[in-house]
């Protein structure tokens, strides 16, 4: 198996080590590059889920089409790495059949039954540790899910009815705004009076885990949009984004849908960074080292948070640019850790304020027989966030200050996402008024650009599904107007 340059790995034996194992790695990194006169269909940038759906669906059109990709593998926010059999989610991780594009993809591969759940009751350590504003108390999974049901329900009761009024389709493209100008900090002092501080200090927890902080630049858009995706229940979005995850990992339907799109005539170039995008007649792509290359239409697929980076001329739509400069407040840290012996893998907690880590979840054991335990900061630039460079006894203090007791760490495996140049950050959540301001805007094609990221989709925005919907629609979007070209047009 190839090794990405991306992602970290520290045992006490080796130290730390830079570099992940994966099966996302491409090699070679260049296949059938063309030239600079060369006039393609569609370039695709970035390999992402985004990326990879509109690809594969524009070359099994037939359609001439160059995916760039920065990085040395695809998959983007979303990938894994084996390492001693176990496969470490590095990015995005839970998915289910209620994400309707996403099990597409899996079906569509025969992946329909390779499921693994990760809660994993009926270790000797059965429990859920909150510790917040100093006080550390253990309960039950059955308490832990009351106080979620109750302090959740509260925060996303806007309406009287659970948002079955306010949010009825979730997953429409119609935006659902009028909560829109709120932050998660204006909502929490809406309610602070029907809760107790224990129950607003879990509730913050649980927010900062969705949103990276601080609570006052999240909008509430996301937070309610999550609860009616979850099926308007209190439970449901822990049951459908936070429970199942592929067992062959990530990046095995990743390579799917990528070796789906080359067999059917993708070229493709990676550790390809695109600097600068000129539309005029046709679509120029400058990369770092200069390369260019020429389209009739292009997909860029760049995140949110790095968008700004790209040189676009004529440059975009003011409300893309605006949209763009605020950004998404999600760069948190996601860390791995394997805890020495199985008695830990039903334990989960809270803490907030954290000390650089405010949320562990048991996530079953290694083949060593270790506890695998996946835990979120919040965002790394944040008051109680944590930067990840040298610091693996910052890293190991932060997750000690989530244990009840003090255990053997074993391994530790991160990507860091917040000094990642081609992400930013992890997944998207948006500030207050950028839905209303800013979503239909970004959506909206510019001469022959078209931007497709999960960032700013319908539906699952912010998930892999709504990487897969952005895909689907853009590459969609792309044929249409290819075949609306006159043919005298045509060069
Ligand atoms: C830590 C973490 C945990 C997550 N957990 C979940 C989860 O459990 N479930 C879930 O559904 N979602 C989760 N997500 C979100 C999910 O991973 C993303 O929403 C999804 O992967 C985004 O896909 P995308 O294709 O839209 O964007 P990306 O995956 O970001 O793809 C964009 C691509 O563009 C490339 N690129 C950027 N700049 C350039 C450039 N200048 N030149 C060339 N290429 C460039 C990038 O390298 C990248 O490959 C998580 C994300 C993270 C980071």
Redo the contacts with the bound molecule.
Sequence with gaps: MQTSREGVHWTPRTGVVQGLPSLSVIEPQQFHVPGAEELLDVIV???????LVASRELAIQQKKVLL????DRI????WHSTINGFNYEM?????HWHMPHIYHEMSRYGLQDDWIVSQTPGGEQDFFTLTSYGQQSNMSHERENEMFTKTWATFCNVDGVLLRDAMTYPLSAELTTKYDHLSCQDRINQIRDQLTQQEIGFLEGVLLQMGGGPLDRMGLTDALRWYALGGFTPTGLNDI?LSTRPKSGQSTIARKIFDHAVRSGLKYSFS???AKIEDGSYVTVTTRSGQTFMSKKLIC???LN?LG??TFSPPLSPLKRAAISQGSTQKCN?IHFDLAGPDMKSWSSLGSPGKGLISALADNTTPANDTHVVTFGPSADSKQGMKLKNNIEGIKDALNHLLPFKRDIKRIVYHD?FNDE??KG???YLPPDWVSRYLKAMQQPEGNVILA???WSNG?R??????AQ?GIESASKVVDALQSVPKSSRL
């Design positions: 940038i970035g390999a992402g889920y985004a990326g760039l990709e920065g990085r998959g983007g926010r979303t990015g995005g991780t839970w998915i984004a390809t960074p695109v697929t760049i995140p790095v980076d790209i996601k996402w081609f992400s992890t997944w998207c990221n999960a960032d699952w912010g998930w892999i599904d709504g990487a952005q």
